[in-house]
């Protein structure tokens, strides 16, 4: 909420709500994901279903890329661990047309990322699939 100009690595969760992001990078992996009122930002996600924006403009997508060493559990655990292509089936719920949202895109090949290793003395805060996350703030 209310981020500018981070980076953001998010293991598995059920449900992620960003709002108010603006120039901000995002890996996310969860069973949803709302996009509320942000701007300039990249996601690189792993979903159950599409992701949801509303009033948020100048937004791509691209697959999920983060990975360490326990993450095939805990996408297992989430029902997660089919990657069902669903990051590129983004819903605008303010544009209501049949051509495509002027709002979101997909990440350019060129463009795409590289794959994220965390640290491998990288340590979850809790031992909960929900509580594995790391945020790095750094200058975009």
């Known amino acids: 909420d209310r981020l500018e100009g981070c980076r953001v690595l998010l293991g598995p969760v059920r449900s992620v709500l960003a ?4 120039g901000c990078w995002l890996s996310v992996a ?9 701007t300039d930002c990249d996601f690189m996600v792993r979903m159950r279903s599409g992701p949801i924006i509303e009033h948020s403009s100048r937004l791509r997508f ?22 069902n292509g669903t990051w590129c089936k983004v819903e605008d719920f303010n544009w209501l047309r049949a051509q ?14 590289a794959l994220v290793h965390a640290p491998e003395d990288a340590r979850p805060a809790a031992p909960q699939v929900a509580q594995q996350a790391a945020v790095i703030e750094d200058e975009m």
């Open 100 to 113: 495509h949202s002027p709002n979101w895109s997909l990440l350019p090949e060129a463009e795409l990322p």
């Open 62 to 83: 691209a697959p999920y890329n983060f990975t360490y060493p326990a993450l095939t559990q805990q996408l297992a655990a989430l029902a997660l661990d089919a990657d």
């Open 30 to 38: 969860a069973q949803q994901l709302r996009v509320h009122s942000s």
């Open 19 to 22: 709002e108010a992001l603006v």
